[in-house]
């Protein structure tokens, strides 16, 4: 059975940094590319960033490009998303999620798998 | 980037009701459409990807159309378990962008 299972989530101060976990199970991790995908309460579902199933090409959302870094550990089948200079509009549920296809380098895809999600709020 | 339209952003119907639900993409993004539905403090779970290929698992009331810019997702005969709110999502470029959503309530 497929699992995702975030963490890090928290209250951070605006210009602070948090680094949120995924850990997959349930799959051949190093098979497939991953995203986050946010939604800030009472709104929409926003992709943030994707990486190849291989750690190699990695993509960005403009509203966290230099900011945020996407990374995975294939040793441990782990996901990760470093965010630095938090501001107030970065506040939203993080998802982690699968892509449905696996075998390539491709980051673009269907979901097919997500996590439960990790709350990210970013106030003073 | 690619900007998803999706209408209606909420309708009501009842249990039993055909429901219809467009998505328009700003550009050409061919078959490379993707419908997800989520329930209140739920993760979304993928009903179709590719346009009209059914997530194994999801009923077949659900169904999708489309190519190029303009797409469709239909439920056939309402079930109490489809209230929810419904996002299209592209999958044809990088960023990734969905549809800004649409909330099916009981009418």
């Known amino acids: 059975e497929v699992q995702l299972l975030e963490s890090g989530g928290g209250l951070v101060q605006p210009g602070g940094s948090l680094r949120l976990s995924c850990v997959a199970s349930g799959f051949t991790f190093s098979n497939y590319a991953m995203s986050w995908v946010r939604q800030a309460p009472g709104k929409g579902l926003e992709w943030v960033s994707g990486i190849s199933g291989s750690g190699g090409p990695t993509h960005y959302a403009d509203s966290v490009k230099g900011r945020f870094t996407i990374s995975r550990d294939n040793s441990k089948d782990i996901l990760y998303l470093q965010m630095n200079s938090l501001r107030p509009d970065d506040t939203a549920v993080y998802f982690c999620?699968?892509?449905?296809?696996?075998?390539?380098?491709?980051?673009?895809?269907?979901?097919?798998?997500w996590g439960q999600g990790t709350l990210v709020t970013v106030s003073s | 980037d690619i900007q998803m339209t999706q209408s209606p952003s909420s309708l009501s119907a009842s249990g039993g009701d055909r429901v219809t639900i467009t998505c328009r993409a700003s550009q050409t993004i061919s078959r490379f459409l993707n419908w997800y539905q989520q329930k209140p403090g739920k993760a979304p779970k993928l009903l179709i990807f590719d346009t009209s290929f059914l997530q194994s698992g999801v009923p077949s009331r659900f169904s999708g159309s489309g190519s190029g810019t303009d797409f469709t997702l239909t439920i056939n005969s309402l079930q109490p378990e489809d209230f929810a709110t419904y996002y299209c999502q592209q999958s044809f470029s990088t960023p990734l962008t969905f549809g800004g959503g649409t909330k099916v309530e009981i009418k």
């Open positions: 999620a699968k892509r449905e296809r696996g075998g390539s380098t491709a980051v673009a895809g269907a979901f097919d798998y």
